[in-house]
Protein backbone atom coordinates (compact mmCIF):
# COMPACT_ATOMS: atom_id res chain seq x y z
CA UNK A 1 0.00 0.00 0.00
CA UNK A 2 1.14 3.14 -0.69
CA UNK A 3 1.87 6.39 1.93
CA UNK A 4 -2.03 8.19 0.26
CA UNK A 5 -3.99 5.33 1.42
CA UNK A 6 -5.67 7.42 4.40
CA UNK A 7 -4.62 11.36 4.22
CA UNK A 8 -7.52 12.47 6.11
CA UNK A 9 -10.62 11.94 7.73
CA UNK A 10 -11.80 15.83 6.23
CA UNK A 11 -14.60 15.29 3.77
CA UNK A 12 -16.47 17.87 1.43
CA UNK A 13 -19.62 16.18 2.29
CA UNK A 14 -21.86 13.52 4.30
CA UNK A 15 -21.72 11.57 1.10
CA UNK A 16 -18.41 11.57 0.60
CA UNK A 17 -17.82 10.71 4.65
CA UNK A 18 -20.24 7.95 4.51
CA UNK A 19 -17.94 6.81 1.52
CA UNK A 20 -14.56 6.92 3.97
CA UNK A 21 -16.30 5.24 6.31
CA UNK A 22 -16.55 1.84 3.98
CA UNK A 23 -13.24 2.37 2.96
CA UNK A 24 -12.08 2.15 7.00
CA UNK A 25 -14.14 -1.37 6.91
CA UNK A 26 -12.36 -2.28 4.65
CA UNK A 27 -9.13 -1.33 5.71
CA UNK A 28 -9.68 -2.61 8.81
CA UNK A 29 -10.52 -6.54 6.98
CA UNK A 30 -7.40 -6.31 5.01
CA UNK A 31 -5.44 -5.47 7.37
CA UNK A 32 -6.46 -8.44 9.52
CA UNK A 33 -6.52 -10.95 6.71
CA UNK A 34 -3.58 -9.61 4.23
CA UNK A 35 -4.19 -12.55 2.09
CA UNK A 36 -6.35 -11.25 -0.87
CA UNK A 37 -7.01 -14.83 -2.17
CA UNK A 38 -8.12 -15.03 1.26
CA UNK A 39 -10.49 -12.73 1.59
CA UNK A 40 -12.38 -13.59 -1.78
CA UNK A 41 -12.68 -16.69 -0.84
CA UNK A 42 -14.50 -15.45 2.01
CA UNK A 43 -16.59 -12.66 0.37
CA UNK A 44 -19.59 -15.17 -1.20
CA UNK A 45 -19.79 -15.94 2.63
CA UNK A 46 -20.49 -12.86 4.11
CA UNK A 47 -22.07 -11.28 0.95
CA UNK A 48 -24.89 -13.66 1.16
CA UNK A 49 -25.28 -14.13 4.58
CA UNK A 50 -28.01 -11.68 6.73
CA UNK A 51 -25.91 -12.14 9.82
CA UNK A 52 -22.44 -11.01 8.07
CA UNK A 53 -23.91 -8.26 6.23
CA UNK A 54 -25.19 -6.87 9.53
CA UNK A 55 -22.36 -7.26 11.23
CA UNK A 56 -20.61 -5.27 7.92
CA UNK A 57 -22.98 -2.67 8.18
CA UNK A 58 -22.76 -2.44 12.31
CA UNK A 59 -18.86 -1.96 11.62
CA UNK A 60 -19.77 0.97 8.68
CA UNK A 61 -21.90 2.61 11.40
CA UNK A 62 -18.77 2.80 14.02
CA UNK A 63 -16.35 4.03 11.43
CA UNK A 64 -19.33 6.77 10.36
CA UNK A 65 -19.12 8.16 14.01
CA UNK A 66 -15.43 8.70 13.92
CA UNK A 67 -15.61 10.34 10.31
CA UNK A 68 -18.56 12.27 11.10
CA UNK A 69 -17.42 13.59 14.48
CA UNK A 70 -13.42 14.21 12.78
CA UNK A 71 -16.02 16.74 9.97
CA UNK A 72 -18.06 18.57 13.19
CA UNK A 73 -21.16 16.98 11.30
CA UNK A 74 -20.66 19.04 8.19
CA UNK A 75 -22.38 21.40 10.36
CA UNK A 76 -22.89 24.54 8.05
CA UNK B 1 -26.59 6.33 -6.62
CA UNK B 2 -27.45 10.08 -7.08
CA UNK B 3 -25.79 12.66 -5.37
CA UNK B 4 -28.54 13.36 -3.41
CA UNK B 5 -28.66 10.17 -0.93
CA UNK B 6 -26.84 12.07 1.90
CA UNK B 7 -27.42 15.64 1.60
CA UNK B 8 -27.06 16.41 5.57
CA UNK B 9 -26.95 14.58 8.68
CA UNK B 10 -29.43 17.60 10.42
CA UNK B 11 -33.02 17.11 10.55
CA UNK B 12 -35.85 19.07 11.75
CA UNK B 13 -36.98 17.19 14.85
CA UNK B 14 -35.62 13.31 16.44
CA UNK B 15 -38.16 11.18 14.21
CA UNK B 16 -36.98 12.82 11.36
CA UNK B 17 -33.31 11.69 12.70
CA UNK B 18 -34.55 8.36 13.38
CA UNK B 19 -35.37 7.75 10.09
CA UNK B 20 -32.33 9.11 9.02
CA UNK B 21 -30.82 6.64 11.18
CA UNK B 22 -32.32 3.60 9.46
CA UNK B 23 -31.74 5.26 6.48
CA UNK B 24 -28.01 5.07 6.93
CA UNK B 25 -28.50 1.18 8.46
CA UNK B 26 -29.82 -0.10 4.81
CA UNK B 27 -26.95 2.10 3.15
CA UNK B 28 -24.18 0.69 4.56
CA UNK B 29 -26.24 -2.91 4.01
CA UNK B 30 -26.46 -1.55 0.55
CA UNK B 31 -22.85 -0.78 -0.22
CA UNK B 32 -21.60 -3.85 1.61
CA UNK B 33 -23.92 -5.96 -0.80
CA UNK B 34 -24.88 -4.18 -3.90
CA UNK B 35 -26.61 -6.76 -5.67
CA UNK B 36 -30.10 -5.63 -5.10
CA UNK B 37 -31.31 -9.52 -5.82
CA UNK B 38 -28.86 -10.79 -3.57
CA UNK B 39 -30.76 -8.53 -0.57
CA UNK B 40 -33.76 -9.68 -1.40
CA UNK B 41 -33.04 -13.22 -1.02
CA UNK B 42 -31.36 -12.37 2.25
CA UNK B 43 -34.00 -9.87 3.86
CA UNK B 44 -36.83 -12.62 4.91
CA UNK B 45 -33.56 -14.46 6.70
CA UNK B 46 -33.46 -11.51 9.28
CA UNK B 47 -36.62 -10.55 9.14
CA UNK B 48 -37.89 -13.36 10.62
CA UNK B 49 -34.58 -14.06 13.00
CA UNK B 50 -34.56 -12.78 16.56
CA UNK B 51 -30.85 -12.31 16.49
CA UNK B 52 -30.95 -10.62 12.75
CA UNK B 53 -33.48 -8.23 13.81
CA UNK B 54 -31.77 -7.50 16.98
CA UNK B 55 -28.20 -7.18 15.87
CA UNK B 56 -30.19 -4.37 13.27
CA UNK B 57 -31.64 -2.59 15.49
CA UNK B 58 -28.06 -2.31 17.29
CA UNK B 59 -26.89 -0.58 14.32
CA UNK B 60 -29.57 2.00 13.83
CA UNK B 61 -28.71 2.44 17.87
CA UNK B 62 -25.04 3.52 16.48
CA UNK B 63 -26.58 5.63 13.55
CA UNK B 64 -28.86 7.21 16.28
CA UNK B 65 -25.89 8.21 18.53
CA UNK B 66 -24.57 10.04 14.96
CA UNK B 67 -27.38 11.96 14.09
CA UNK B 68 -28.63 12.68 17.38
CA UNK B 69 -25.20 14.30 18.34
CA UNK B 70 -24.84 16.12 14.92
CA UNK B 71 -28.16 17.49 16.11
CA UNK B 72 -27.09 18.26 19.08
CA UNK B 73 -29.79 16.44 20.80
CA UNK B 74 -32.81 18.74 19.32
CA UNK B 75 -32.41 21.14 22.03
CA UNK B 76 -34.73 23.83 22.81
CA UNK C 1 -47.45 6.01 13.36
CA UNK C 2 -48.26 9.43 14.49
CA UNK C 3 -46.41 12.41 14.08
CA UNK C 4 -45.76 12.37 18.46
CA UNK C 5 -43.87 9.13 18.08
CA UNK C 6 -40.48 10.60 19.24
CA UNK C 7 -41.30 14.68 20.14
CA UNK C 8 -37.86 15.18 22.38
CA UNK C 9 -35.40 13.34 23.66
CA UNK C 10 -35.45 15.30 26.98
CA UNK C 11 -36.81 13.76 29.92
CA UNK C 12 -36.94 14.85 33.18
CA UNK C 13 -35.58 12.07 35.34
CA UNK C 14 -32.89 9.45 34.60
CA UNK C 15 -35.80 6.85 35.45
CA UNK C 16 -37.54 8.42 32.44
CA UNK C 17 -34.57 8.70 30.24
CA UNK C 18 -33.80 5.09 30.40
CA UNK C 19 -38.11 3.92 29.42
CA UNK C 20 -37.25 6.26 26.57
CA UNK C 21 -34.49 4.44 25.39
CA UNK C 22 -36.37 1.11 25.78
CA UNK C 23 -38.76 2.61 23.33
CA UNK C 24 -36.08 3.85 20.87
CA UNK C 25 -35.15 0.14 20.57
CA UNK C 26 -38.39 -0.95 20.49
CA UNK C 27 -38.68 1.39 17.38
CA UNK C 28 -35.62 0.12 15.87
CA UNK C 29 -37.04 -3.48 15.78
CA UNK C 30 -40.38 -2.12 14.60
CA UNK C 31 -38.65 -0.46 11.67
CA UNK C 32 -37.04 -3.41 10.63
CA UNK C 33 -39.79 -5.71 10.84
CA UNK C 34 -42.77 -3.38 10.23
CA UNK C 35 -44.97 -6.09 9.79
CA UNK C 36 -46.24 -6.80 13.73
CA UNK C 37 -47.49 -10.49 12.92
CA UNK C 38 -43.98 -11.29 12.33
CA UNK C 39 -42.65 -9.47 15.30
CA UNK C 40 -45.47 -11.17 17.64
CA UNK C 41 -44.02 -14.67 15.87
CA UNK C 42 -40.38 -13.71 16.63
CA UNK C 43 -41.32 -12.78 20.70
CA UNK C 44 -40.49 -16.04 21.87
CA UNK C 45 -37.30 -16.22 20.43
CA UNK C 46 -35.64 -13.14 22.00
CA UNK C 47 -37.51 -13.57 25.17
CA UNK C 48 -36.55 -17.25 26.28
CA UNK C 49 -32.91 -16.76 24.37
CA UNK C 50 -30.19 -15.67 26.42
CA UNK C 51 -28.05 -14.35 23.76
CA UNK C 52 -31.13 -12.36 22.09
CA UNK C 53 -31.84 -11.28 25.87
CA UNK C 54 -28.13 -9.90 26.30
CA UNK C 55 -28.26 -8.78 22.51
CA UNK C 56 -31.13 -6.56 23.40
CA UNK C 57 -30.16 -4.78 26.21
CA UNK C 58 -26.71 -4.01 24.33
CA UNK C 59 -29.02 -1.56 22.10
CA UNK C 60 -30.65 -0.26 24.98
CA UNK C 61 -27.53 0.25 26.68
CA UNK C 62 -26.51 1.97 23.02
CA UNK C 63 -29.84 3.99 22.91
CA UNK C 64 -29.69 5.22 27.14
CA UNK C 65 -25.76 6.75 26.07
CA UNK C 66 -27.61 8.67 23.33
CA UNK C 67 -30.69 9.60 26.02
CA UNK C 68 -28.10 10.42 28.60
CA UNK C 69 -25.63 12.65 26.72
CA UNK C 70 -28.96 14.44 25.82
CA UNK C 71 -29.99 15.60 28.83
CA UNK C 72 -26.59 16.14 30.19
CA UNK C 73 -26.51 13.17 32.27
CA UNK C 74 -29.38 14.78 34.45
CA UNK C 75 -26.73 16.88 36.36
CA UNK C 76 -27.97 18.98 39.00
CA UNK D 1 -41.01 -1.53 40.80
CA UNK D 2 -40.85 1.90 42.67
CA UNK D 3 -39.98 5.63 41.40
CA UNK D 4 -36.10 5.11 42.78
CA UNK D 5 -34.91 2.93 40.54
CA UNK D 6 -32.66 4.95 38.99
CA UNK D 7 -32.53 8.47 40.83
CA UNK D 8 -29.58 9.69 39.41
CA UNK D 9 -26.41 8.85 37.52
CA UNK D 10 -23.84 10.69 39.75
CA UNK D 11 -21.87 8.60 42.41
CA UNK D 12 -19.09 9.00 44.61
CA UNK D 13 -16.45 6.58 42.71
CA UNK D 14 -15.39 4.57 40.38
CA UNK D 15 -16.73 1.93 42.50
CA UNK D 16 -19.89 2.86 42.91
CA UNK D 17 -20.11 4.17 38.96
CA UNK D 18 -19.37 0.66 38.47
CA UNK D 19 -21.98 -1.17 40.28
CA UNK D 20 -24.69 1.27 39.03
CA UNK D 21 -23.68 0.44 35.70
CA UNK D 22 -23.81 -3.38 36.21
CA UNK D 23 -27.35 -2.64 37.87
CA UNK D 24 -28.22 -0.63 34.19
CA UNK D 25 -27.42 -3.72 32.74
CA UNK D 26 -29.44 -5.73 34.53
CA UNK D 27 -32.53 -2.89 34.19
CA UNK D 28 -32.23 -3.69 30.47
CA UNK D 29 -32.71 -7.49 30.63
CA UNK D 30 -35.13 -6.61 33.05
CA UNK D 31 -37.21 -4.64 31.23
CA UNK D 32 -36.74 -6.81 28.13
CA UNK D 33 -38.22 -9.78 29.80
CA UNK D 34 -40.11 -8.59 32.48
CA UNK D 35 -41.35 -11.88 33.48
CA UNK D 36 -38.42 -13.29 36.38
CA UNK D 37 -39.26 -17.32 36.45
CA UNK D 38 -38.53 -17.05 32.52
CA UNK D 39 -35.12 -14.80 33.54
CA UNK D 40 -33.99 -17.42 36.32
CA UNK D 41 -34.72 -20.19 33.63
CA UNK D 42 -32.45 -18.97 31.54
CA UNK D 43 -29.82 -17.60 34.33
CA UNK D 44 -28.02 -20.93 33.77
CA UNK D 45 -27.44 -20.57 30.49
CA UNK D 46 -25.76 -17.45 30.32
CA UNK D 47 -23.82 -17.94 33.76
CA UNK D 48 -22.07 -21.08 32.11
CA UNK D 49 -21.84 -19.96 28.76
CA UNK D 50 -18.42 -18.10 27.77
CA UNK D 51 -19.76 -16.36 24.63
CA UNK D 52 -23.21 -14.67 26.67
CA UNK D 53 -20.82 -13.84 29.64
CA UNK D 54 -18.74 -11.76 27.21
CA UNK D 55 -21.60 -10.53 25.43
CA UNK D 56 -23.01 -9.82 29.29
CA UNK D 57 -19.70 -8.14 30.36
CA UNK D 58 -19.77 -5.74 27.00
CA UNK D 59 -23.36 -4.42 27.95
CA UNK D 60 -21.84 -3.42 31.06
CA UNK D 61 -18.74 -1.79 29.96
CA UNK D 62 -20.98 0.41 27.21
CA UNK D 63 -22.82 1.89 30.37
CA UNK D 64 -20.24 2.14 32.74
CA UNK D 65 -19.13 4.80 29.36
CA UNK D 66 -22.21 6.25 30.16
CA UNK D 67 -21.67 6.65 33.48
CA UNK D 68 -18.16 7.67 34.07
CA UNK D 69 -19.11 10.21 31.16
CA UNK D 70 -22.09 11.31 33.46
CA UNK D 71 -19.63 11.62 36.53
CA UNK D 72 -16.99 13.80 33.98
CA UNK D 73 -14.85 10.26 35.11
CA UNK D 74 -14.43 11.12 39.10
CA UNK D 75 -11.84 13.33 37.96
CA UNK D 76 -10.29 15.32 40.77
CA UNK E 1 -13.33 -7.39 47.19
CA UNK E 2 -12.14 -4.87 48.78
CA UNK E 3 -13.06 -1.11 48.73
CA UNK E 4 -9.84 -0.59 47.08
CA UNK E 5 -10.32 -2.42 43.30
CA UNK E 6 -11.06 0.66 41.47
CA UNK E 7 -10.38 3.53 43.42
CA UNK E 8 -9.50 5.88 40.27
CA UNK E 9 -9.53 6.11 36.60
CA UNK E 10 -6.50 7.85 36.32
CA UNK E 11 -3.28 6.41 35.00
CA UNK E 12 -0.11 7.76 34.52
CA UNK E 13 0.37 6.45 30.97
CA UNK E 14 -1.29 4.98 27.86
CA UNK E 15 0.33 1.09 29.30
CA UNK E 16 -1.33 1.92 32.41
CA UNK E 17 -4.74 2.47 31.34
CA UNK E 18 -4.75 -0.66 28.77
CA UNK E 19 -4.47 -2.83 31.76
CA UNK E 20 -7.11 -0.78 33.45
CA UNK E 21 -9.09 -1.54 30.97
CA UNK E 22 -8.17 -5.29 30.99
CA UNK E 23 -9.44 -5.37 34.49
CA UNK E 24 -12.41 -3.24 33.70
CA UNK E 25 -12.81 -6.06 31.49
CA UNK E 26 -12.25 -8.80 34.03
CA UNK E 27 -14.52 -7.08 36.48
CA UNK E 28 -17.49 -7.37 34.13
CA UNK E 29 -17.15 -10.64 33.71
CA UNK E 30 -16.51 -11.62 37.81
CA UNK E 31 -19.56 -9.71 38.85
CA UNK E 32 -21.55 -11.26 35.85
CA UNK E 33 -20.61 -14.53 37.15
CA UNK E 34 -19.44 -14.37 41.10
CA UNK E 35 -18.91 -18.27 41.47
CA UNK E 36 -15.31 -18.65 40.95
CA UNK E 37 -15.24 -22.26 39.91
CA UNK E 38 -17.41 -21.72 37.10
CA UNK E 39 -15.27 -18.80 35.59
CA UNK E 40 -12.17 -21.50 35.86
CA UNK E 41 -14.72 -24.04 33.83
CA UNK E 42 -15.39 -21.48 30.84
CA UNK E 43 -11.71 -20.18 30.98
CA UNK E 44 -10.30 -22.68 28.20
CA UNK E 45 -13.61 -22.30 26.22
CA UNK E 46 -12.95 -18.76 25.32
CA UNK E 47 -9.26 -18.94 25.79
CA UNK E 48 -9.29 -21.35 23.01
CA UNK E 49 -12.14 -20.25 20.88
CA UNK E 50 -11.76 -17.17 17.84
CA UNK E 51 -14.95 -15.59 18.71
CA UNK E 52 -14.92 -15.52 22.36
CA UNK E 53 -11.11 -14.27 22.04
CA UNK E 54 -12.15 -10.93 20.01
CA UNK E 55 -15.50 -10.76 21.44
CA UNK E 56 -13.05 -10.15 24.39
CA UNK E 57 -11.37 -7.80 22.82
CA UNK E 58 -14.23 -6.05 21.69
CA UNK E 59 -14.62 -5.51 26.00
CA UNK E 60 -11.61 -4.30 26.37
CA UNK E 61 -11.88 -2.02 23.69
CA UNK E 62 -14.64 -0.59 25.07
CA UNK E 63 -13.13 -0.23 28.55
CA UNK E 64 -9.94 1.57 26.77
CA UNK E 65 -12.50 4.03 25.36
CA UNK E 66 -13.27 4.98 28.61
CA UNK E 67 -10.07 5.11 30.28
CA UNK E 68 -8.30 7.28 27.58
CA UNK E 69 -11.05 9.69 27.90
CA UNK E 70 -11.01 9.73 31.28
CA UNK E 71 -6.89 10.48 31.28
CA UNK E 72 -7.63 13.09 28.52
CA UNK E 73 -5.50 10.59 25.70
CA UNK E 74 -2.53 11.17 28.05
CA UNK E 75 -1.88 14.21 25.92
CA UNK E 76 1.17 16.09 27.03
CA UNK F 1 6.97 -7.18 27.21
CA UNK F 2 8.76 -3.82 27.40
CA UNK F 3 7.47 -0.88 29.36
CA UNK F 4 7.96 0.37 25.64
CA UNK F 5 4.38 -0.95 23.97
CA UNK F 6 2.45 1.74 24.08
CA UNK F 7 4.05 4.64 24.78
CA UNK F 8 1.36 7.14 23.71
CA UNK F 9 -1.63 7.67 21.37
CA UNK F 10 -0.49 10.37 19.36
CA UNK F 11 0.27 9.68 15.97
CA UNK F 12 2.08 11.63 13.16
CA UNK F 13 -0.75 10.57 10.87
CA UNK F 14 -4.28 9.18 10.21
CA UNK F 15 -2.47 6.26 8.72
CA UNK F 16 -0.16 5.62 11.92
CA UNK F 17 -3.23 5.86 13.55
CA UNK F 18 -4.88 3.43 11.80
CA UNK F 19 -2.06 1.09 12.27
CA UNK F 20 -2.03 2.47 16.05
CA UNK F 21 -5.40 0.59 16.28
CA UNK F 22 -4.54 -2.15 14.82
CA UNK F 23 -1.73 -3.00 17.44
CA UNK F 24 -4.40 -2.47 19.95
CA UNK F 25 -6.63 -4.69 18.98
CA UNK F 26 -3.93 -7.29 18.47
CA UNK F 27 -3.11 -6.25 22.13
CA UNK F 28 -6.52 -7.21 23.27
CA UNK F 29 -6.42 -10.22 22.27
CA UNK F 30 -2.82 -11.19 23.22
CA UNK F 31 -3.53 -10.31 26.80
CA UNK F 32 -6.91 -12.42 26.42
CA UNK F 33 -4.76 -15.29 25.52
CA UNK F 34 -1.51 -14.77 26.64
CA UNK F 35 0.13 -18.30 25.08
CA UNK F 36 1.29 -17.75 21.66
CA UNK F 37 0.85 -21.12 20.88
CA UNK F 38 -2.89 -21.15 21.85
CA UNK F 39 -3.03 -17.99 19.82
CA UNK F 40 -1.23 -19.51 16.71
CA UNK F 41 -3.46 -22.47 16.55
CA UNK F 42 -6.61 -19.92 16.46
CA UNK F 43 -4.96 -17.56 13.42
CA UNK F 44 -6.50 -19.78 10.60
CA UNK F 45 -9.97 -19.97 12.67
CA UNK F 46 -10.52 -16.28 12.31
CA UNK F 47 -8.60 -15.39 9.21
CA UNK F 48 -10.64 -17.73 7.03
CA UNK F 49 -14.21 -17.12 8.71
CA UNK F 50 -16.24 -14.55 7.62
CA UNK F 51 -17.70 -13.61 11.23
CA UNK F 52 -14.59 -13.45 13.31
CA UNK F 53 -13.05 -10.90 10.62
CA UNK F 54 -16.12 -8.68 10.46
CA UNK F 55 -15.99 -9.11 14.33
CA UNK F 56 -11.94 -8.19 14.36
CA UNK F 57 -12.28 -5.06 12.67
CA UNK F 58 -15.06 -4.22 14.80
CA UNK F 59 -12.48 -4.19 17.50
CA UNK F 60 -10.71 -1.89 14.75
CA UNK F 61 -13.14 0.59 14.65
CA UNK F 62 -14.00 1.06 17.84
CA UNK F 63 -10.02 1.08 18.65
CA UNK F 64 -9.63 3.56 15.45
CA UNK F 65 -12.51 5.91 17.63
CA UNK F 66 -10.03 6.41 20.56
CA UNK F 67 -7.18 6.64 18.54
CA UNK F 68 -8.85 9.65 16.38
CA UNK F 69 -10.36 11.22 19.13
CA UNK F 70 -7.00 11.60 20.98
CA UNK F 71 -4.94 13.09 18.00
CA UNK F 72 -8.32 15.34 17.61
CA UNK F 73 -8.87 13.60 14.17
CA UNK F 74 -5.56 15.01 13.06
CA UNK F 75 -7.23 18.52 12.06
CA UNK F 76 -5.20 20.92 10.34
Chains 1, 2, 3, 4, 5, 6 share one sequence.
Do not use: C, H
Not at 12 to 41: H, I, M, N, Y
Not at 55 to 75: D, G, L, M
Amino acid sequence: MTDAWLPTLMTDSPEAGFELALKLSRLGVRFTQPDAAARDRLRPDYADDASALIASSQVVATNFQTVAAANNYWRS
